[in-house]
């Protein structure tokens, strides 16, 4: 059974950044693509960012593009997503998920994605 766990997020003030981690196990992390969503109060689940399953290709949403940076270390089992320069809008749950392919696609949905993470909370003060 795959398992992704999220962490690092936290309350921070307007410019600030934060360094998300979300841990993969049991599953054969290096051979899938992964992906970044946030839940925003009131608001949808949206894409962030998703990278290929050697980080060679990335895709970020536009609200993100230039802040923020998705990663992974396979050796690890983990991809990682930096926040700089955060806005209060970014304030939501971070969710990391895998997606069902090597590489993703530049619009990535949810139904491309099948394990899910439980979230971690961004806050983001003006």
């Known amino acids: 059974q795959v398992q992704l766990v999220e962490s690092g997020g936290g309350l921070v003030q307007t410019g600030a950044s934060l360094r998300l981690s979300c841990a993969a196990s049991?599953?054969?992390?290096?051979?899938?693509?992964m992906g970044w969503f946030r839940r925003a109060p009131g608001k949808e689940r949206e894409f962030v960012a998703a990278?290929?399953?050697?980080?060679?290709?990335?895709y970020y949403a536009d609200s993100v593009k230039g802040r923020f940076t998705i990663s992974r270390d396979n050796a690890k089992n983990t991809v990682y997503l930096q926040l700089n320069s955060l806005k209060p809008v970014d304030t939501a749950v971070y969710y990391c998920a895998r997606d069902k392919k090597l590489v993703p696609g530049p619009l990535p949905r949810e139904y491309d994605f099948d394990y899910w993470g439980q979230g971690t909370q961004v806050t983001v003060s003006s």
């Open positions: 990278i290929s399953y050697r980080g060679g290709v990335t």
């Open positions: 049991g599953g054969t992390f290096s051979y899938n693509a």
